[in-house]
Structure formats: C-alpha cells, structure tokens
C-alpha cells in the first residue's frame, strides 16, 4: 500500500524537518519511491536536502496542495512526504474536508498517516488532542518523541490525549538524538544524511567517528521506523 505522510506537530523548533528527512533517506535506503513537499518557505530545508526528492508547495491555496494529492496521479504505487511548517494545520484541515481528499485516497488504497513530532512541553499535548479533533478515527497517527528536543516525556505519555490516540491505533516512536555539532555541519553543507556519511567535504566535513556516529542514529531511528506499517 502506498501513504501520504503529513509530518507535523503544528509547532516550530520540535524537529519536524528531520522527521521528513530521516523518512525520506528511510525510504531511499529500503528503495521505496517517494515525492517529498516542503511547505516551510521560510527555510525550505526539506527541498535544500532532497532536491532531487522534494520541491516547494504552497498551503495558502486549495489549488497549491492539490500538487501534493496529484503526485498520485503520476505514480499511484509511490509513497509522499509532507513536511508541515509551523501554523499550517488550519488551512490544511479545509482543504482536506472540503476535498474528502480521505475518501478520495482510501479510493485509490493509499494509507494517510498523520505524524505529530513532540518535544517535552504542553504544547505538543493539547496540539495533540486539536489534531485528534479535526480528523477523528480516518487517519492513521505516528507520535515522534524527539530526544532531541527533551528526555522526559512523561507528561505526553500520561495525558488524555495520548490514551486517546492510542485508543484509535496509534504508535509512539522514539527519534534518537543526534549531537549538535554533528548536525550544525550536516545543515551548513545542505547534505542528505547519505551525503554527510559517505562524501568527505573539504568544509564543514564530517570526521570518521562524526561519520560513524551519524550512522549509528540512522540505524536506531530506522529501527523505530521499522515498527511501522510504512
């Protein structure tokens, strides 16, 4: 079955763009085909590390997203990548009710998975259950505890709108941390995480244990990531 993968959590900063990146060399390690859609036009980060995979969309209009559920069109059998910036669960949420775009991809067999990225504060809770609310039971849910974002999730794992989500199938993963100075250099040389560990650059280049440690957190978040029916 192919799947749209909307990457979220509504709020900035809790790592959402290396949510979709991680998913993206995911897919390109384990040879799935994927489209990628960057809606952050303030960063674009997901389009500076995947060009060949990703390119920019526009959520203001109904006419920009309809690019995202038209990649079906030219491949059914792919799978999309969605990378949500800050503040776009409004207009995507019309856009999905006033397309039935869940009927519409059930129609064509495409799972929807909706993946709330959190860091440790309460915000990312009661995002949580505003995101419950707008899609109820349709759409499949993946909550991403960011270690790089916080270590004690306790308050997410105990609140009524992670029961809830559990409730309607949900799965929780954990995405490991990676040490900063590592992922400053990966950033400034607009690298795929491929790129960072098999291309030596003359600047900003990853050492041999920065390499070997880059690989060592892709295999655990592709651990996580084989948890799920993707």
């Known amino acids: 079955m192919s799947s749209i993968n909307f990457i979220g959590g509504e709020k900035g900063g809790v790592g959402k763009s290396v949510t979709a990146r991680v998913l993206a060399q995911y897919f390109l390690d384990t040879g799935k085909v994927f489209t990628g859609f960057d809606t952050d036009r303030s960063h674009n980060s997901f389009t500076r590390f995947y060009p060949d995979f990703a390119s920019p969309v526009v959520v203001d209009s109904f006419e920009g997203l309809d690019v995202i559920a038209e990649a ?26 006033d ?12 799972a929807v998975n909706f993946w ?12 949580l259950a505003d995101l419950m609310e707008s899609f109820g039971t349709a759409p499949n849910y993946i909550v991403v505890l960011n270690l790089g974002r916080g270590s004690d999730f306790s308050l997410m794992r105990s609140s009524t709108a992670m029961q809830n989500a ?24 607009n690298a795929s995480f491929w790129s960072a560990v098999h291309e030596r650059s ?29």
């Open 116 to 127: 709330h990225v959190i860091d440790e504060g309460k915000d990312s809770v009661n995002l």
């Open 166 to 189: 559990l409730a309607c199938g949900a799965r929780v993963i954990e995405l490991p941390q990676l040490q900063d100075a590592s992922m400053r250099k990966i950033d400034r040389q």
């Open 99 to 110: 397309s039935d775009l869940f009927e519409v991809l059930a129609d064509l067999k495409i």
């Open 72 to 97: 079906f069109e030219v491949n059914p059998e792919q799978n999309v990548i969605v990378d949500l910036a800050a503040q776009t669960a409004a207009p995507l949420a019309r856009w999905i009710k």
């Open 202 to 230: 003359e600047t900003d280049g990853l050492g041999m244990l920065e390499r070997q440690r880059v690989k060592t957190w892709l295999r655990k978040a592709y651990s996580a990531l084989d948890t799920l029916p993707l």
